[in-house]
């Protein structure tokens, strides 16, 4: 019997470096330093004097850097007739967004779970109504909403921005969990029911502890949605609870006096501060979680 010798690939060995694959990098390079422009000017402009700025050079290093107007805009700058910065917008961003994006995953986790595995008549359905909400315009259903806190006592509230934000959170969250939800075996929640599990022991002991990646991904989305909100912040939040985004607007819209570019660059980079903190810190694990629930939907 003939012997088959088994042999390595043949032909010539891929090149590391190509000209398309340089191509690609030359592309990058430039796209990054496009987008990465605004930024640097931004940065540049706050660390500048006023004098300095009326020079023109808006491309220019700063030739006395400091971080004055990075001071005045957090605890200086005016935001209409009070003058106390930026930071009473920021902590009331940080009581907005953080019980806003747990109670947002909690029902979006437990709406994903029980229509992937405890299917009842009619949840196709339910489930199709919740992806119709999440192609509404805000704009269509503020009107009846403003009606609906007004009625209730939440409008102009902590509690009332919270339940905008939860409700307008709900459909793509309740997607995101329920396309992972469905990629999992179905085995596991099988073995788990023939050893007599019920609704919440699966949901807390097995679905949870495997849905980590999915999380950061709904923890990314909906930070940066709600950190960066200003509509509905400025209509629901009420005067004592405006975002940080509303101040910043204030801030830099405001027109008495001598209008100061570089506490208006310095408080937009502090504004946008958290999200691009987010993005750097777990870029990776967002993409890792959007994979793991794209083979099966």
């Known amino acids: 019997m003939e012997q088959i010798q088994l042999t390595g690939p043949q032909g010539p060995k891929p090149k590391k470096t190509t000209v398309s694959r340089f191509g690609v990098y030359a592309f990058l390079f430039s796209a990054a330093i496009f987008f990465c422009i605004p930024l640097y000017v931004m940065l540049v402009t706050s660390m500048k004097g006023m004098p300095e700025i009326r020079l023109g050079e808006?491309?220019?290093?700063p030739g006395d850097p400091n971080f004055s107007a990075w001071v005045k805009a957090w605890s200086e700058a005016?935001?209409?007739?009070?003058?106390n910065g930026i930071q009473a917008g920021f902590?009331?961003?940080?009581?907005?967004t953080i019980p806003s994006?747990?109670?947002?995953?909690?029902l979006g986790s437990l709406n994903g779970y029980a229509l992937s595995f405890w299917r009842f008549k009619g949840s196709n359905l339910l489930f199709g109504i919740l992806l119709f909400g999440a192609f509404v315009p805000f704009q269509?259903?503020?009107?009846p909403?403003?009606?609906?806190?007004?009625?209730?006592g939440l409008y102009g509230s902590l509690a009332g921005i919270i339940l905008i934000h939860t409700i307008f959170g709900?459909?793509?969250?309740t997607l995101l969990f329920r396309n992972y939800f469905s990629s999992l075996p179905d085995e596991l929640f099988k073995a788990a029911r023939v050893d007599g599990a019920n609704f919440w022991q699966i949901f807390l002991q097995i679905m949870m502890p495997l849905s980590i990646p999915v999380t950061v991904v709904a923890v990314i989305l909906q930070t940066t949605g709600i950190w960066n909100d200003f509509l509905l912040g400025l209509i629901f939040a009420g005067?004592?609870?405006l975002p940080m985004t509303v101040q910043l607007n204030n801030i830099v819209a405001t027109t008495f006096g001598i209008r100061e570019y570089n506490v208006n660059m310095a408080a937009t980079i502090l504004t946008a501060l958290v999200p691009l903190a987010i993005y750097l810190l777990s870029g990776k694990y967002f993409v890792r979680g959007i994979a793991a629930g794209a083979v099966k939907g």
């Open 140 to 143: 269509v259903v503020i009107f």
């Open 170 to 173: 709900m459909p793509i969250m």
């Open 239 to 241: 005067r004592e609870n």
């Open 78 to 83: 005016c935001t209409g007739v009070e003058c």
């Open 101 to 106: 994006v747990a109670i947002s995953i909690i």
């Open 145 to 152: 909403l403003i009606i609906f806190l007004r009625e209730t």
């Open 58 to 61: 808006l491309f220019a290093l």
């Open 91 to 96: 902590w009331n961003s940080v009581k907005i």
